[in-house]
């Protein structure tokens, strides 16, 4: 479905009206869509379809996957969050993962960002040079 531009301003403003401290709150959201379900302005499918496409994609840049060969020490854990937390904001969710093919090194994910410091990668980059 192809959205209008005033439909999409107006997504812009109720999708930053639901954010509070630069972070979505559920209950705003929950509330606006409801709000816009029993209003039915003009185009408000538009609206909903391009609100749900924005809180998708806030979602992603707000969950991270940090991934290592081995179970990671309670004190770089804390190093990794502390990290994203100061690149991407306090409101990241950060979960931790084992992947034995790494070999060794960590692969973090954030959205469409990936950090990847992997035994794994780095033997792909040297197989490809050659």
Partial sequence: MKTSKQARRDTKQLFNSCKVNGVLDEKRVKQAVNELIAKKPRGYMGILSHFQRLIRLDVERRTAVAES?????????????????????????????????????????VGSDVFDGSVRSRLNELQESF
């Fill in 69 to 109: 060969a081995a179970p990671l020490p309670d004190a770089l854990t804390q190093s990794v969050r502390a990290s994203l937390a100061k690149r991407y904001g306090d409101g990241v969710n950060v979960t931790f993962a084992v992947n034995k093919e790494l070999i060794g090194g960590l692969r973090v994910k």
